[in-house]
Structures are given as C-alpha cells and as structure tokens.
C-alpha cells in the first residue's frame, strides 16, 4: 500500500519529489471499476499534472529532502 502522506522519488525522474493521490482505476469489461495493484497515480510537487506511474519505481523520500516550492530534491530554498 503507497502511503498517500509520504513523498517519493520516482526511478526515472530522480532530481524531483512527487506525492501520490492514490491507486490508478481501471474498469473491467462489464464496467466494474477497481484499483490497478501495480499502478498509482502520482503528480510532482509543484505540478499538477497526474502521471501513472509503477509502484516498483518509488522511492519514498523524507519532506527535509526536498524544496517545497518547487519539487527539486536538494534545493537549497
């Protein structure tokens, strides 16, 4: 279970922290929706856009890691 207070690096994107609004949904054929077990949706501080990205390339990362203001890991702001 990704922990959506927690923030990650993600694999190929490793410079910027990201946080995690949750599993992805999918539907099923007869229209059941359920959550993706491998997929979470995942949006970079400072962003808003939501990119899907696979849980095995997180990375969970400490909130003193990174710049709150911009996402970067290792700002000095």
Do not use: S
């Amino acid at each position: 279970m990704i922990d959506t207070d927690r923030y990650y690096k993600v694999a190929d994107m490793p410079g910027v922290a990201w946080y995690t609004l949750g599993p992805v949904k999918v539907r099923d054929e007869d229209g059941i929706e359920y959550d993706d077990e491998n997929m979470v949706q995942m949006v970079m501080v400072g962003d808003d856009h939501i990119h899907h990205v696979d849980k095995a390339d997180l990375e969970e990362i400490d909130e003193d890691e990174f710049c709150h203001g911009c996402g970067q890991i290792g700002c000095g702001h």
